[in-house]
């Protein structure tokens, strides 16, 4: 109940954020910090916070000249909002309405907030090839001359990535995004071989004149200090550049429709897991986010010999247990004995050999246990244990031990117990014969005790 009334609430509360973003009022300001180089100072961090609203709003233009009033005035928040210079305080217009994602505006006195940077931005000419086109024809200047910020935002419980390029003009604090790309899947996790679908969504505002000038999307891969191309589409000659790595897809006709720039990958592979980067280019402009992929799978184990050969008491066995297939490291192998009657036994330490790779990015490993047979009574199941990331894996073989000669515990009790049972069987059959004896001979008498055994 509660849990459907707090949820409730959070729809609520994002539903105004979207009705009256649309009319200028709209959600609290994103806080956000302005990061940029200061000569002499280095790296520079300035509180900064954006109202934001989808459409441009007349009213709320009138604030434009006190932008100080404005601020306090429409800022939920206004305590956190003192701290802010005046003209660290924005009024985006964000066409695409994903500064409003929900994973962007937590509820209320909510302690989590996303991760929000703010940045100039330099407008330049792409420096990868098939970009190239998209600066061909002479841009106006004139439009590249403004104050251009650049966004890079990380929601709530990773549930987006968004990156986003805006334009003011110059010296004013009401910026329009220009360019969006956002992910809703900042980080994957897939089995081996299973499809994958790396999201990754583009907005170019239709009113500017850049972007009418085409786009272009990238797909890179990065992995430990390795970076290779997964994947270039320039959309506007309609070119894909040679080389795409095998098995990955953009669906071409959702990417000129909708901006759907998202990577398939048909069948993922140990060697795909790390980070991808979605770069989706304007003229002159670029904004990209990350996606962390994550192919895990379990190893599948073997033992050998198996099935165990018989064993004599006190005969050691070499027993190996085999994990293959598995990704990432580390594994974890361990042996475990359940004798005949379900008891668990200790086993000697076991010897892990290293990794080793596979052809296909998998990994292998194994676990050689010498056995001790002495202390297993008739014997029992032996189990190699793999835990790993992707779950724990169990395979078990049957142990046997023949000419089985020393009892257990078990047995022992199980003896102890027939010794008392017959020793009570004598003195009691002791008791009748002597009683017989008694009662025969006087009468009268009790019965005397029975003999002490
Ligand atoms: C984007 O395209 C992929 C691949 O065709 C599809 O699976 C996915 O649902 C699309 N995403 C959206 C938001 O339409
Ligand atoms: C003891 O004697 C009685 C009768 O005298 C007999 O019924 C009983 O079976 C005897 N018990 C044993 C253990 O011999």
């Known amino acids: 109940m509660a849990h459907i009334g707090t949820l409730r609430t959070l729809v609520l509360i994002v539903m105004s954020c979207w009705i009256q973003a649309g009319s200028g009022g709209g ?45 306090s005035s429409s800022s939920s928040s206004s305590s956190s909002s003192s701290d802010v210079v005046p003209d660290r305080v924005y009024h985006v217009t964000d066409g695409s309405a994903s500064l409003l994602h929900p994973s962007l505006h937590p509820p209320q006195g909510s302690l989590v907030k996303p991760q929000c940077e703010l940045h100039p931005f330099l407008p330049q000419p792409a420096d990868v090839q098939w970009a190239a086109s998209l600066t061909d024809s002479a841009l106006s200047p004139a439009h590249l001359q403004a104050d251009w910020l650049s966004a890079t935002i990380l929601g709530l419980d990773g549930g987006l990535a968004l990156s986003t390029v805006a334009r ?26 299973e499809p994958v679908l790396l999201d990754c969504r583009f907005w170019a505002d239709p009113s500017s004149p850049l972007s ?14 390795q970076g290779r191309l997964v994947l270039a ?70 033992i050998s010999p198996s099935p165990l050969p018989l064993a004599a008491p006190g005969q050691v066995l070499s027993v190996r247990c085999e994990a293959s297939g598995f990704t990432p490291l580390p594994l974890e192998l361990s042996w475990e004995f359940l004798g005949a009657d379900g008891a668990p036994a200790a086993l000697g330490e076991a010897s892990l050999s290293g990794h080793r790779e596979a052809w296909d990015g998998t990994y292998s490993q194994s676990s050689l246990l010498q056995l001790d047979t002495s202390a297993l009574g008739r014997g029992g199941g032996l189990v190699c244990v793999a835990r790993h990331r992707g779950g724990t894996r169990r395979s078990k073989v049957a142990l046997e031990v023949i000419g089985f000669s020393t009892p257990s515990i078990q047995d022992s009790m199980a003896m102890v117990g027939m010794a008392l049972l017959l020793s009570g069987i004598i003195t009691l059959a002791f008791w009748n014969i002597t009683g017989d004896l008694t009662l025969s001979g006087h009468e009268q008498a009790p019965a005397t005790p029975p003999p002490d055994l």
């Open 168 to 193: 003011a003009a110059t010296a004013t604090i009401h910026p329009h995004v220009v360019l969006s790309v956002l992910t809703e899947t900042v980080s994957v996790r897939c089995g081996l071989g």
């Open 233 to 302: 589409y320039d959309g506007k000659t309609d070119r894909l550049a040679p080389g795409p790595q095998e098995g990955a897809a953009l669906d071409f006709a959702g990417l000129h429709a909708a901006g759907n720039a998202s990577l398939v990958l048909q069948e993922a592979e140990a060697r795909h897991s790390g980070t991808y980067v979605c770069a989706v280019h304007l003229p002159h402009l670029l904004a990209q986010v990350t996606v962390e992929l994550e192919v895990v799978e379990p190893p599948s184990l073997s």
């Open 27 to 71: 959600c609290p300001p994103l806080e956000c910090w302005f990061v940029r180089e200061k000569p002499g100072e280095g790296l520079k961090h300035e509180r900064t916070l954006l109202h934001v609203r989808t459409s441009p709003d007349s009213r709320s233009e009138e604030t434009l000249a006190e932008p100080s009033s404005s601020s």
């Open 212 to 225: 009418a000038g085409g786009f272009a999307v990238e797909w890179r891969y990065q992995f430990r200090g």
